[in-house]
């Protein structure tokens, strides 16, 4: 007998089970589908695109998109010890304050908004720069300046600077518009995961069990409360149980998936797959919405690719000093902008990348490349994930309902053309030569949102499937608990009603650093004083 069973060592997963066994007394059980993540890929930044297929991420894709030309978008998670930041591209962006004021007074997640979750990006991290208002020092998770700068990365930030734009050294700080460098989550030049900044160091203790490649099946629910979860471990079926509550942190598709497989989802899908139906309840598995994104290319005839820096020399001065092109996230510039005036908060985000798309079906991944990722940040599609069948070992159906929202195209439009303009000014466009995506002759409105809706592709920022909200028809009430069901509850980014203006790992370690303290029945840390601080350009 556990007190806690947490399903998913991804990384909320991690964060809770550090946080729960700070107390000796109380044990905690780990499950993890996914093998450990004892593989060497996983510490060197500059191989993050090949851990997107094979063992380490869930291979996943949306069902056909009527919004995206008809096509299937690929969309890898994490699959082993610390989920998606053992696999993501270590960008560490928080969102906008107006993200979380959102949550907390329009869908009344009391508790959740700006200044109630800056404690907790604060506790959680260990910032190289140092201690300030917004930033913390001494955490698990180590937040670094980048090591390595390719060259095309401050040339766009010069580009975007001299067309305008502000430039902005600290996209979590007072302001997120501008331009600048992206910060990561790493230490001394390696990847640093959940996995690494609070798993290892809560495995010293003698109150936390981990089993990985254990794939949960059911959340076994008596009398209205979880008091368990089955699980296949290497082919055996087996069954832990939980004392206190089942925490469920698989991610945005995972956890709505295993409360459907449990019985607890719309009625009528439950019986259309012969699910017995435990709990009524319609939302689990709506509201599941992600970051469309679309790559501009141009053909950089006198930058080398990516692969060609990919050496054996490249490769010891990475073991050695952990510097060089294999110190390089991939993604170290970018920027939040507005796609209109009267905007309360950026809608754009954009990244540049020294080389081709890291998808290969968009782009040729043998050309000297740049991509300028072009990022709608408020999404109005909603979709959602629902069962293909009551088999646990079968994929769900993800319907993220890409671009049915046409406000969500006139956004990744606009993008497109800030993208073009940026990379016209100097020094960009002394660098950059021939437009292969959209291509040059491609600049009249219809067009492009053809093209558009022909690339859209996901930036890994699914969330919202599980959301909370203060209305009874939410699947989680603010404190995170699954209505209907006593001693379960949820916590990852599936539980974010609307998804933060930025990447998504930094807020779904903030939502566990404050999901451990409601677990727990610890007073929240107090809200952050705001009042001295300057509001965001363009807040009203």
């Not at 095309?152 to 518009?177: H, K, M, P, R, Y």
């Not at 599941?288 to 790559?295: E, N, Q, S, V």
């Not at 501009?296 to 990475?318: C, K, Q, S």
């Not at 219809?446 to 996901?458: H, I, K, P, S």
């Amino acid at each position: 007998m556990y007190d806690y069973v947490i399903v998913g060592a991804g990384s909320a997963g991690c964060v809770l089970a550090a946080r729960l066994t700070e107390d000796p007394g109380t044990r905690v059980l780990l499950l993890e589908a996914g093998p450990p993540d004892d593989a060497a890929e996983i510490r060197i930044p500059g191989v993050t695109p090949t851990l997107w297929q094979g063992p380490l991420a869930w291979d996943d894709a949306t069902i056909p998109q009527p919004g995206a030309a008809g096509r299937r978008v690929f969309w890898p998670h994490g699959r082993t010890l610390g989920g998606s930041s053992s696999i993501n591209g270590m960008v560490y962006v928080r969102g906008n304050r107006v993200d979380y004021d959102t949550w907390r007074d329009v869908h009344g997640c009391h508790g959740w908004g700006y200044a109630d979750l800056l404690p907790y990006f604060r506790r959680a991290e260990d910032q190289q720069r140092g201690e300030s208002v917004y930033h913390g020092v001494g955490g698990p998770l180590r937040v670094e300046d980048p090591r390595y700068i390719h060259p095309l990365s401050e040339a766009w930030v010069d580009a975007a600077i001299a067309g305008g734009v502000a430039g902005n050294d600290d996209f979590n700080g007072a302001t997120q518009d501008g331009a600048g460098l992206y910060q990561v989550t790493q230490r001394g030049g390696r990847r640093w995961s959940t996995a690494d900044g609070y798993l290892r160091p809560a495995l010293r203790r003698g109150n936390l069990t981990v089993e990985t490649d254990a794939l949960a099946t059911r959340v076994v629910i008596e009398d209205g409360r979880a008091v368990g979860v089955r699980y296949l471990h290497r082919g055996a079926e087996r069954e832990a149980r939980a004392g206190r509550e089942v925490v469920l942190c698989g991610g945005a598709v995972n956890s709505p998936q295993l409360l459907l497989l449990s019985g607890v989802g719309p009625a009528g899908q439950l019986r259309e797959h012969g699910v017995e139906v435990v709990v009524d309840a319609p939302r689990v598995g709506d509201g599941l919405h992600d970051h469309p994104t679309c790559f501009v290319v141009w053909h950089t005839p006198a930058i080398p690719h990516p692969l060609e820096e990919a050496t054996p020399g490249n490769l010891e001065l990475w073991q050695r000093e952990r510097r060089g092109p294999m110190a390089s996230h991939g993604v170290e510039a970018g920027g939040f902008a507005r796609s209109r005036d009267g905007l309360a908060a950026p809608d754009l985000q954009f990244g540049v990348a020294g080389g081709p798309p890291p998808l290969p079906e968009l782009a040729d991944p043998a050309r000297r490349s740049a991509s300028m990722i072009v990022v709608a940040l408020e999404p109005r599609s909603r979709g959602r994930v629902s069962l293909r069948s009551a088999d646990p070992r079968a994929k769900a159906a993800i319907d993220p309902a890409y671009l049915a929202d046409e406000a969500d195209l006139d956004v990744l439009v606009a993008g497109v053309r800030q993208a073009r303009e940026i990379a016209a000014g100097q020094p960009l466009a002394g660098l950059v030569a021939k437009e292969d995506a959209p291509g040059e002759g491609l600049s009249d409105d219809e067009r492009l949102r053809a093209w558009v809706r022909g690339n859209v592709t996901t930036i890994f920022h699914p969330t919202g499937s599980c959301a909370m909200g203060g209305s009874d028809t939410a699947v989680c009430d603010p404190e995170l608990r699954v209505r209907g069901v006593d001693g379960l509850r949820v916590v990852d980014a599936s539980v974010m009603p609307a998804v933060p203006r930025g990447n998504t790992n930094a807020p779904t370690i903030a939502v566990a650093e404050r999901a451990a303290d409601l677990i727990r029945g610890d007073t929240p840390l107090a809200p952050a004083d705001l009042e001295a601080e300057p509001a965001p350009v363009g807040a009203s």
